[in-house]
């Protein structure tokens, strides 16, 4: 295995664990709004503290899972083309998005948020709703980790690409099959 991969394999192993771990938000969101609806209907009582909850832990499965779909290929692409091409054009494709759409857009994500995020953190920032989450400003924080965590998959993205395009089979993005 090429060192682009090695060093391409442990980046993505990073995102692929994030992803598995915040991929339980999921199961603990289902638990929260069954517990809701049961307050609600069974028990007359609202907890808008458990409401916000679910919102929250929706919102870092999406913006932390975002690099584990890129890691997986599995984000929204339109494949007019790209099916027919070959494993080296197809990495040429993901060479050319990766830096010239992908890294600028999450750089600029990074750039724009970040006094917003700054100033949630300056005022600890907390819900508006009486009872509701004190914690507003980590949950903003999560838009800063999702663009660091997109950037760097798209450099290992882009090391595996380089590497697909000098080797004469074009391999797929991991180095082994039952990597993932």
């Not at 771990?21 to 307050?39: P, Y």
């Not at 929250?56 to 899972?65: C, E, P, R, S, T």
């Not at 790209?82 to 750039?111: D, E, H, Q, T």
Request: proline residues 2%.
């Amino acid at each position: 295995m090429s060192s682009l991969k090695c060093i391409s394999y442990g980046i993505s192993q990073i995102n692929e664990w994030i992803g598995k771990t915040i991929a339980w938000l999921t199961l603990g969101m289902v638990l929260v709004t069954f517990t809701i609806v049961v307050m609600r209907y069974v028990f007359n009582e609202g907890s808008i503290a458990l409401q916000e909850s679910v919102i929250y832990m929706h919102a870092i499965v999406f913006m932390l899972g975002a690099a584990y779909t890129l890691n997986h290929d599995s984000h929204v692409r339109v494949d007019i083309f790209y099916g027919k091409m070959s494993p080296r054009k197809k990495a040429m494709a993901n060479l050319f998005g990766n830096i010239f759409f992908l890294i600028p857009v999450c750089s600029f994500i990074l750039w724009s948020s970040w006094e917003y995020v700054l100033d949630a953190w300056e005022i600890k920032e907390s819900s508006r709703e009486a009872g509701g989450l004190p914690w507003i400003y980590l949950l903003k924080t999560s838009i800063i980790f999702m663009g660091c965590l997109l950037i760097i998959q798209a450099i290992a993205n882009i090391l595996s690409n380089i590497s697909d395009i000098f080797t004469k089979q074009g391999s797929s993005q991991q180095p082994e099959e039952g990597a993932k």
